[in-house]
């Protein structure tokens, strides 16, 4: 079973946490083309390689942000979202 | 015990203590410390079980966990591997697979019909005629399998815990204890573990003519005791690897999950078995499985035996079998060269005959294939002989193959160590580990003595370093070994076969030879084709000979060939040691004990536990639902309402969230107002619904559904954050209760308990008041969900029961009764409200759901609105309608999911349906096809058994079209 750090409550169990999705900034919903809309809402990128993901410890109820590499399955790092870098 | 050798240094037996047990029937005597093998073969018992396929006599092979040649079952006990179980006074064990007796195997014939039962046989064979095929089943399954199962056997429970250590060391050989040495001067807290019931590994059987390794070993265990943070934790097996350094460790009675900063894995190596026509009777043995017999449990494995060796630990091994008297035939060397180091004189000192770059062609079976009775040695060079006599015939009774070694990297490999094939060496060796995770010794390719402890020490300091108990040193790892401790292929062919390549599985040469010829030639692909590695022991001495012959016959050589995906467990481990106790979780609510004893029939709602109805005697289910909705609708009901999700969201923001989650409109929603609220997933299907009440300018209540509520609580904590909101959220599901008090007399009953106003004018329909019922501080408000005039109490849990047990007192002159979810459903339906997930599945949109008002497509933004947008103005695919069967309708009675049809073609199918007491008629939703829509329509619907009913579509809400029931003055 893996271990995950939560930025709040340090290394714990993968079991006390819920996948939640790639992080994916929504566009603007009011200057997007119907397919633009369409592609956020429906696909999803399945590429193995460094994703950022929603992840929530359920003890706590805290929701973070952890930099996933999917080839070797390993966590880089996690973090709240008010510390993200937009540009990465 | 006429084949029991004289006390060795450092035997596993206490000669004191002798145990009687059974095998077959007959009494047999051992030692103390024996395992059932060693027991047996103490005894002059040489066959030891039977082989899979053929039934051919097995004997001691490898005596470790790389055949299950000897496989044995107890009472209800099956899958005893009597290689590694020790005996115990009393056992009485018998050998599985067998037909009769062990000796006398009814079933042994089939090893004469071996040319009629080739590679993938069962699958070509037993498909047609098909009507044939239970027959085919019946006797196959009487044939196959191992061991019977008693469907009696009272379960066992097999004991689970965790641990937690900083370095787990696997395997107490000399690379594992001297990796344990030197990491504990770190203050590291570590435990070795080891398969075997005595520390030390080879250093307990092998370098005995070497001088003193017992000592050596003696000097390490006396080291390892004066570590208090050193835990030595034997009959342990290291069966899985998991993420994280997390390994399943199991024994007899016992799996541990523990959990290590770092694994250091210094598990040794198997010895790989030689192929040749006959390699598998009794006798012919691994050069280490002899030698553990030897020296572990005193036990002479043969009298006469031929060497066959690839590498230097053969020789080691006729020094060893001469010391103990065991008569040395010959050394058949499978290298040209033969051996350069000083072995080679030693041996050839003691009068032993070494045939250089010859091989073993063939075993000579001694009676019923029991025994050996001598071997056929070929000449590399000259292959096939010119005539019988150039063959070299040798008398003997047992052979001794020193031919290669594999890594035991079952770990390693689990835990994603690149191997790769070291064409120097012969073997596997690990390339890249994961970090924390460190091989050292034999399964690292190192196998001079000085080397194995040196590169323990290496890896010991390394995983210090590593959890960050002592700066990174420069060490550096000791050279692996030079020359080839492996024979690249020491397989010969047989016109005859019977060379095995699996022992578990009876697969041959020829079996390779034919699967590759149809086609299965990747390493995965034969592997389930000729079912090569997929016995007991998994390959453990099959993968690497059937990869050599695969590469052989694609004419390729070893370089970047792969075995196939290790998984857990390394060995097979008991079903009881994974059997986990059942842990689902149930939710009572606060009142569980009232509808307890009132008599609830109880049923799961996800995790809770809901009255579905109150059981009264001499009425059916049926009938308590029917009585428990006209009592509703005629008097007062109550219903327990505790699994709603309950949240409280305060803060300067809660306007902008409620108004960008929900699809409806919540600015300007007066305080002391609730309002429906519907939410949407951002393709604009319906996810929740619920009530949301304004209890101040930034206070909030909302209910969610009982079983959303988990989800919207999470994702509105989400969108809090990703919103960047000032906003609060309390989720008290489980700390406030919830009832609803519902029907005519409701007011009346309610008044006298509670200090709200409940005049209309002062409380109308669809406002919230706080105040207190039955002196427990309580939130009031007026909802329609089933109809009649009601009030939602919502309450602190621990005075649930408080304010329950009061407002039954005060309503009983009314005629107050509970009423189960049943009863709420119907109630519900006859006004037409939908359940979400009820009657909305994952694709259900507003419009199709008649949901349309409470959609404000106006409102700047709300989850799912650009995608409705996009889907508003298109084709409807279905609508939910509401339908009626006629009066005199009853039965059969249509079910929820019931299709329904048109022409032959699915429209849509219902979402909820029942007999409803108020209406005397079926009544129910279903979606249907736009066109089949409108008022007055019929509905075909199929039923379950096939037959089309009709029904009619009508108006929604089935009872009380103008809502006036909900707002009476009563």
Request: contains cysteine; proline residues 5%.
């Amino acid at each position: 079973m893996k271990i995950l750090k939560c930025p709040i409550n340090g290394p714990r169990p993968i079991q006390e946490f819920i996948f939640g999705g790639e992080y994916r900034p929504m566009p603007d919903p009011n200057n997007t083309s119907n397919e633009t809309w369409a592609d956020y809402v429906f696909n999803r990128a399945g590429e193995p390689g460094i994703k950022r993901e929603w992840w929530y410890h359920l003890a706590s109820g805290t929701w973070f942000i952890a930099e996933h590499d999917t080839v070797k399955d390993v966590f880089i790092k996690t973090y709240l979202l008010q510390n993200i870098t937009e540009d990465e | 015990m006429s084949e029991r050798l004289d006390k060795r240094q450092g035997e596993w037996i206490d000669r004191s203590r002798s145990i009687h047990f059974q095998f077959e029937g007959d009494d047999y005597t051992g030692f103390h410390g024996d395992t059932i093998s060693s027991a047996l073969w103490a005894n002059g018992v040489h066959i030891l079980g039977r082989s899979f396929k053929y039934h051919r006599p097995r004997g001691i092979f490898g005596f470790d966990d790389i055949d299950c040649n000897a496989m044995m079952e107890s009472g209800s006990t099956t899958n005893i591997r009597a290689d590694l179980t020790l005996i115990e006074e009393g056992m009485s064990v018998k050998a599985v697979n067998t037909l009769g007796s062990l000796k006398k195997d009814r079933l042994r014939f089939l090893d004469y019909f071996s040319a009629f039962t080739p590679v993938g046989f069962y699958y070509k064979a037993f498909h047609t005629p098909k009507r044939l095929f239970p027959f085919y089943e019946n006797q196959i399954r009487k044939i196959a399998g191992l061991g019977k199962i008693d469907a009696q056997t009272p379960m066992k429970t097999v004991i689970k815990d965790y641990g937690f250590c900083d370095i787990l060391i696997i395997g107490a050989g000399p690379a594992g204890l001297s990796a344990a040495i030197e990491a504990a001067a770190s203050g590291a807290n570590i435990i070795i573990i080891d398969q075997t019931p005595h520390p030390g590994g080879t250093l307990s059987y092998r370098y005995k003519n070497k001088g003193p390794a017992i000592d050596l070993l003696n000097q390490l265990l006396e080291k390892v005791k004066a570590c208090n943070n050193i835990k030595l934790q034997l009959s342990t097996l290291a069966s899985g690897y998991y993420a994280d350094h997390w390994v399943c460790l199991t024994n007899k009675e016992r799996m541990t999950k523990l959990r290590a900063q770092s694994v250091i894995v210094a598990s040794g190596c198997y010895e790989q078995p030689a192929v040749f026509h006959n390699n598998d009777l009794p006798g012919i043995m691994l050069a280490s499985g002899a030698l553990r017999l030897i020296n572990h449990y005193a036990v002479k494995p043969f009298q006469h035996v031929v060497i066959l060796a690839a590498n230097a630990d053969g020789y080691r091994c006729a020094l060893d079998f001469h010391e103990v008297g065991i008569h040395v035939v010959a050394l058949v060397d499978l290298r040209r060269e033969g051996e350069q180091s000083e072995l080679d004189k030693q041996v050839k000192g003691l009068g032993i005959t070494v045939y250089r770059g010859h091989f073993i062609y063939e075993a000579i079976a001694g009676k019923m294939k029991a025994s050996v009775q001598g071997v056929v040695l070929r000449n590399l060079d000259t292959d096939i002989p010119v005539n019988k006599e150039s063959e070299i015939k040798l008398n003997c009774d047992g052979i001794a193959m020193s031919v290669g070694w594999t890594p035991a990297d079952g770990i390693l490999r689990q835990g994603s160590t690149r191997m790769e094939y070291d064409t120097r060496l012969e073997q596997f060796l690990p390339i890249e580990c994961v970090k924390g995770i460190f091989a050292a010794g034999r399964v690292n390719g190192v196998y001079a003595l000085k080397d194995q402890l040196e590169d323990g020490c290496c890896a010991g300091a390394e995983a210090t370093a590593l959890i960050g108990l002592t700066k990174p040193g420069n060490n550096k790892r000791p050279p692996k070994e030079e020359s080839p401790q492996s024979h690249p292929y020491p397989i010969s062919d047989h016109p005859r076969g019977k060379n095995f390549i699996d022992l578990d599985e009876d697969v041959q040469v020829k079996d390779i030879v034919n699967s590759v010829k149809e086609g299965f030639d990747s390493a995965e692909l034969l592997k389930r084709y000729s079912t090569l590695g997929m016995g007991p022991s998994q390959g453990k001495h099959a993968n690497l000979l059937a990869l050599r012959i695969l590469a052989h016959l694609r004419g390729e050589t070893m370089r970047g060939k792969q075995i196939t995906t290790a998984r857990p467990f390394t060995s097979p481990i008991s079903m009881g040691h994974l059997a986990g106790r059942i842990f689902t979780p149930l939710r009572r609510t606060a009142l569980h004990h009232r509808h307890k004893a009132l008599n609830a029939k109880f049923m799961y709602a996800g995790d809770w536990l809901r009255p579905e109805y109150y059981m009264t005697d001499g009425l059916s289910r049926n009938q308590c639902i029917e009585t428990e909705v006209q009592n509703v609708r005629n008097r007062i009901g109550i219903v327990d309402q505790g699994t709603l999700g309950k949240i409280e969201i305060n803060g300067p923001d809660v306007v902008t969230l409620l108004e960008k989650v929900y699809t409806g409109r919540f600015a300007k929603l007066k305080i002391g107002m609730t309002r429906y609220g519907l939410m949407c997933d951002e393709s604009g299907v319906i996810i929740d619904d619920g009530v949301i009440s304004r209890l101040a300018d930034d206070r909030y209540y909302i209910s969610t559904t009982s079983s959303g509520s988990a989800a919207v609580y999470q994702t509105l904590q989400r969108l809090v954050i990703e919103w960047g909101l000032e906003v609060i959220l309390v989720n008290t599901t489980s700390t406030y209760c919830a009832m609803n008090l519902a029907g005519p007399h409701a007011r009346k009953v309610l008044q006298p308990l509670t200090d709200v106003n409940l005049d209309p004018d002062a409380f109308p329909y669809l406002g919230i008041r706080e105040g207190i019922v039955a002196n427990v501080p309580a939130r009031l408000s007026r909802v329609g969900f089933v109809g009649e005039l009601g009030y939602e109490i919502h309450l602190p849990a621990d005075g649930a029961i408080t304010a329950w047990d009061a407002i039954m007192t005060a309503g009983q002159t009314h005629g107050i009764c509970p009423f189960g979810v049943e009863a709420q459903r119907m109630l519900r339906l006859e006004k037409g409200h939908i359940i979400v997930s009820q009657d909305t599945d994952g694709l259900t949109l507003p419009f199709e759901a008649g949901m349309k008002w409470a959609v404000k497509m106006d409102k700047p933004f709300f989850i799912g609105q650009r995608s409705l947008k996009i889907i508003e103005n298109k084709q409807r695919e279905r609508i939910l309608v509401g339908f009626i069967f006629p009066k005199n309708y009853l039965s059969p009675k249509p079910k929820e999911c019931n299709l329904v049809v048109k022409n032959g073609e699915i429209k849509g199918r219902i979402t909820s349906v029942g007999f409803s007491p108020t209406m005397g008629q079926l009544i129910g939703l279903a979606y249907t096809a736009p066109e089949d829509s409108d008022v007055g329509s019929t509905l075909s619907i199929k039923l379950d058994d096939g037959s089309l009913v009709e029904a009619k579509v009508v108006k929604i809400p089935f009872y009380d079209p103008k809502n006036l029931r909900q707002k009476i003055n009563g």
